[in-house]
């Protein structure tokens, strides 16, 4: 049974920083495409970034160069590195496998998704 645990999320001032954490089991993350997505309140899930099988990322333009995705493979683990926050960054954020690496969709492998993580961006 594929699990992701995603962590690492909290409330956190405009232009900080935090580091989200996404724990696979049930799937290895180096064989997919893996993503980064988010949901903001009365908002669709969208794709924010993407790591793909050799290592290439991709970003959402709302989030380029703000936001870098890596992925540790021994540890089974994909991370997003935020920084610069925004309070337009709030949102829970979530972790799959991308079903469809060649378009910026939000088609997922998997179609059970963790309990994500809160980001909160105040003053």
């Known amino acids: 049974q594929v699990q992701f645990v995603e962590s690492g999320g909290g409330l956190v001032q405009p232009g900080g920083s935090l580091r989200l954490s996404c724990a696979a089991s049930?799937?290895?993350?180096?064989?997919?495409?893996m993503g980064w997505y988010r949901q903001a309140p009365g908002k669709q899930r969208e794709l924010v970034a993407r790591i793909l099988r050799g290592g290439n990322t991709n970003y959402a333009t709302s989030i380029k160069g703000r936001f870098t995705i890596s992925r540790d493979n021994a540890q089974n683990t994909v991370y997003l590195q935020m920084n610069s926050l925004k309070p337009e960054d709030t949102a829970v954020y979530y972790c799959n496998a991308d079903a469809d690496p060649l378009r910026w969709t939000t088609k997922t492998v998997f179609s059970s998704w963790g309990q994500g993580t809160q980001v909160t961006v105040s003053s």
């Open positions: 049930g799937m290895i993350v180096s064989v997919y495409a």
